[in-house]
């Protein structure tokens, strides 16, 4: 069978998964003295493919990708990778996934080749050391203190960690958080370079750009719920227009003269926000004609522009929409 057919047995599969902490020892919702971080969890991601969790600070996404990984116990529901489970399969699962963090500790003392070898070490059949400084394009810092690493070349070294083993199942937690754009593209090929040998990625980020790039399927957290699944055109297409106008006023220009319902009432506009710094955004099927009615209206009632632009909608703009937060909102 073709692993990436819809009939195939999915990479990984969770149903009904639950976690709740003690009050004060996690983030999430409150209920009779509990903290509700996940709740009845429902996902199930192919094989070779790339996936996609969003959701802000407190959305369940980390507790979500530590129960998927073995790292914590679920207070209830199903967890399944290859058609395993972590109760029986443990030590096979390890040696079949990999897992980068945002920010692995290294230890700094250690050459890049001293590194590999020791990771290499903790697995039955390795990957050949050479093959993996290519990957990650270290070849010529093989014998280079981690210390003396750039920020990119240790995230570099920590994906090369990560798959030692060909693993067929790769966690990336945040991967490119802090790096330069040129660091973050490195990696981004990195992960198309491993789901061209076969590989599924998990992929969690708070860049909408990667996400749209890297991802086949985005699931929305928030507050521990699944709120939205789909392909990033689909989750776009959802807000009912493809272009967002957004505007921001003079100080002291009055914002209180706009509000959402007559802003709503522009021509083509589907979807208005106003974020915490006083900027409105403006879902738009055609900018062409929501632009001109709303200067006309701003004129109308006496409000100065600091500034006006239009541009393409993301997968921010089907967050905020969805819940009302940002992304990067705590």
């Given at each position: 069978m073709n692993p990436t057919s819809p009939d195939a047995e999915p990479a990984v599969l969770c149903r009904g998964l639950r976690k709740i902490y003690e009050a004060g020892r996690g983030s999430?919702?409150?209920?009779?003295?509990?903290?509700?971080a996940v709740e009845g969890l429902d996902l199930s991601i192919r094989r070779g493919e790339c996936f996609g969790l969003l959701g802000p600070n407190g959305s369940g996404k980390t507790t979500t990708v530590e129960m998927l990984e073995g790292?914590?116990?679920?207070?209830?529901?199903?967890?399944?990778?290859?058609?395993?489970?972590?109760?029986?399969?443990?030590?096979?699962?390890?040696?079949?996934?990999?897992?980068?963090?945002?920010?692995?500790?290294?230890?700094?003392k250690l050459t890049v080749e001293e590194v590999l070898t020791l990771f290499r070490s903790f697995y039955q059949r390795p990957r050949p050391l050479e093959a993996l400084l290519a990957d990650v394009q270290l070849e010529e810092k093989r014998r280079a203190?981690?210390?003396?690493?750039?920020g990119g070349q240790r995230q570099r070294l920590a994906i090369a960690c990560a798959l030692v083993a060909e693993p067929e199942i790769l966690f990336l937690d945040e991967p490119t958080t802090g790096l330069d754009p040129q660091s973050r593209r490195q990696i981004w090929?990195?992960?198309?370079?491993?789901?061209?040998?076969?590989?599924?990625?998990?992929l969690t980020t708070h860049y909408m750009e990667e996400a749209e790039r890297l991802c086949d399927r985005v699931a929305i957290l928030d507050r521990g719920r699944l709120i939205?699944?789909?392909?990033?055109?689909?989750?776009?297409?959802g807000l009912g227009?493809?272009?967002?106008?957004?505007l921001e006023l003079e100080a002291g220009a009055g914002q209180g003269a706009l509000d959402e319902a007559t802003l709503r009432g522009l021509p083509t506009v589907t979807e208005v926000h106003l974020s915490g710094e006083g900027v409105w955004a403006l879902a738009a099927v055609e900018p062409e004609r929501a632009v001109p009615a709303l200067r006309a209206l701003l004129q109308e009632r006496g409000q100065r522009l600091l500034r006006l632009g239009t541009r393409k909608a993301t997968l921010e703009d089907v967050f905020v929409s969805l819940?009302?937060?940002?992304?990067?909102?705590?």
């Open positions: 999430g919702r409150k209920r009779a003295g509990e903290v509700l790292l914590l116990l679920p207070t209830g529901g199903e967890v399944r990778l290859l058609g395993m489970d972590w109760a029986h399969d443990e030590s096979r699962l390890r040696e079949r996934m990999g897992v980068a963090l945002q920010e692995t500790r290294l230890p700094e203190w981690v210390v003396k690493l750039s090929g990195l992960v198309a370079a491993y789901r061209a040998r076969g590989g599924t990625v998990l939205r699944l789909g392909t990033p055109a689909e989750l776009i297409a227009a493809e272009h967002v106008v957004e819940t009302g937060r940002a992304l990067r909102d705590d």
